[in-house]
């Protein structure tokens, strides 16, 4: 059975092959989580010291008074494992800045190729609901592309309700509770 855990080490290998799955995928665009993982770690988290770097970094990223680029928000990640197997991560950001407001919404996830259509990407969702209102979020913003009926799905089935479209992004609205 999958677990929601903290960034760990432990899962080196296998998160290192989830990496090569979606770079694979084309999910290193300008702008994703991934591509910015990588330009910071990708030379160095093939080693044990510097995937604990990796996992230490991430770790910062939910403290308010860490470095981060402009315009990013300090926020909290998790990530799906059975055993030592990485199977997809989930974040919360703490608030919301006009462009997460927009496009971003307060929680974003990912699944690795090889381990979807098995309700990880539910499971994440459901199970970090409540980390999410624990750091005073009532209602979540959740987006996906219009045409990511996967993801729609997996909005909905948390409870979230359509608020609108804008441009391609479907934006939702969560509870916590």
Known sequence: MPDLVTPTPVVRRSFLEAVEELVAEGRTGEGSMLKRWMD????????EEGFAAF?????????PGSDRPTGHVPQSTWWLVEGEEYLGRISVRHELTEWLREFGGHIGYEVRPSARRRGHATTMLREVLPHARALGIESALLTCDEDNVASAKVIQAAGGVLEDRRGIKLRYWVPTT
């Open 40 to 47: 910071l770690f990708s030379e160095r988290w093939h080693t």
């Open 55 to 63: 996992v230490a970094y991430l770790d910062a990223d939910a403290l």
